[in-house]
């Protein structure tokens, strides 16, 4: 729970939040001008029992003055102290206004208290803040270590699996023996599995550091494509899916996320396949539209998804009703993919039929590279 930045307002009746206004003042002070009109009644009321021993009785018009001059006082008062305190009143409402449009340091523009209270409180703000800003530069940097440390370990696993791949390369086949060219190709489909996901662990430390990652240009969705079902060729020799793609489109996007985000969907068409059934398509279709935009559509016949699972597909950790079927779901790769997605401004929909198989549509909008500040949508 992220805790409320913004600063002490007066009310809050929902959103109707104000700063600290002279009305305010005026309802702070309401005790001590009851207290005052109370002491000028008791003390006319003891004068006019005095004058009353002695025979002169207290005129209406003397009474009026003498209040009159105590509201005058009053007044006085009232007004000297709100020009007193109307510098302080003034950071408080700038302080507001910058704590609302997301400035943390908003509560050090308090930098004219006036009253004991006042100097107090803003000693203590400040000290909060200190604290505050000590704690987030520590976590900031042990975020920073551990996102640095993250990549390292990944590069350095892929290491000793591209060493694994080769020596498997370089193994002899030896002519009748089926068990050790079984043994090679489970192998090889282990270390394909092992590097896929630590490419989902590196993309996952790069998130938070998108736009210093990503590099647009312009690029072949059926390139990319065609390089990402490549990466999975052994994938699909196993389960006896057969990959095709149709039609080409030119945009401008950072063809790394992408081959990322194709690789995610792939891999859930792969995992989500049909077990037992023979042969199963795989299509990638891809359109160019008139005004510049794309559509890559990846639609396979695998086991769908079931409807009351589809409005939490986007969930991080989330796998379903098919993540238990399988075992082999970690809930991360669509909540991944939708975020790189939003980032680089591509429209991500998922349709699927349970038992059918299901359609995944990427939408590439020539105006959505410019998004890359805005919050990623997760719906």
């Known amino acids: 729970m992220k805790p409320d930045r913004r600063p002490p307002m007066t009310e809050r009746g929902g959103d109707d939040l104000r700063p600290y206004t002279f009305r305010d003042y005026l309802i702070d002070r309401l005790p001590h001008i009851v207290i005052l009109v109370v002491a000028v009644l008791l003390a006319l009321t003891f004068v006019q029992l005095l004058l009353w021993n002695v025979g ?13 001059l105590v509201a005058l006082v009053v007044a006085a008062w009232l007004a000297a102290g ?14 507001w206004r910058q ?19 006042q100097r107090a409180m803003a000693a203590l703000i400040e000290r909060l803040y200190t604290v505050h800003a000590n704690e987030l530069s520590a976590l900031r940097r042990q975020q920073e270590f551990h996102r640095h440390f993250t990549a390292r370990w990944v590069h350095q696993m892929k290491t000793p ?44 430390s790069r998130l938070d550091k998108f736009e210093l990652d990503a590099s647009f240009r312009a690029v072949s969705l059926s390139d990319i494509a065609r390089a990402t079902l490549g990466e ?25 996320w992408l081959s990322f985000i ?12 049909k077990k037992g059934e023979s042969p199963q398509r795989l299509l990638i279709r891809i359109e160019q539209n008139p005004d510049g935009s794309a559509l890559l559509r990846l639609t396979d016949e695998g086991i769908g998804i079931a409807p009351e699972d ?6 991080p950790f989330f796998t379903g009703s098919n993540g238990r079927l399988t075992g082999e779901s970690t809930g991360m ?6 975020q790189a997605c939003a980032r680089l401004g591509i429209g991500l929909r998922i349709d699927a039929e349970q038992g059918v198989g299901t359609t995944a549509t990427l939408d590439f909008r020539p105006s959505g590279i410019h998004r890359l500040t805005e919050e990623p949508n997760r719906t």
């Open 82 to 95: 709100w020009l007193r305190r109307k510098t302080f009143a003034r950071e408080l409402a700038e302080a």
């Open 56 to 68: 002169l009785p207290l005129s209406w018009a003397d009474a009026a003055y003498i209040a009159l």
């Open 99 to 117: 704590a609302a449009a997301g400035d943390a340091a908003a509560s050090l523009a308090l930098a004219s208290p006036v009253t004991r209270e």
């Open 161 to 204: 699996l591209s060493v694994i791949e080769l020596l498997m390369q370089r193994h002899p086949d030896p002519d009748g023996a089926a068990g050790p060219r079984d043994t090679e190709r489970s192998v090889m489909e282990e270390t394909d599995r092992l590097r896929h996901g630590l490419d989902m662990m590196l993309h996952t």
């Open 310 to 315: 589809l409005p939490r597909l986007f969930e």
């Open 333 to 338: 790769g669509l909540y991944l993919a939708k």
């Open 232 to 256: 999975y060729k052994r994938s699909f020799i196993r389960r006896s899916i057969f990959p095709s793609l149709e039609g080409d489109a030119a945009v401008e996007t950072d063809a790394k």
């Open 262 to 273: 194709l690789g995610q969907l792939v891999s859930n068409a792969i995992k989500y396949a």
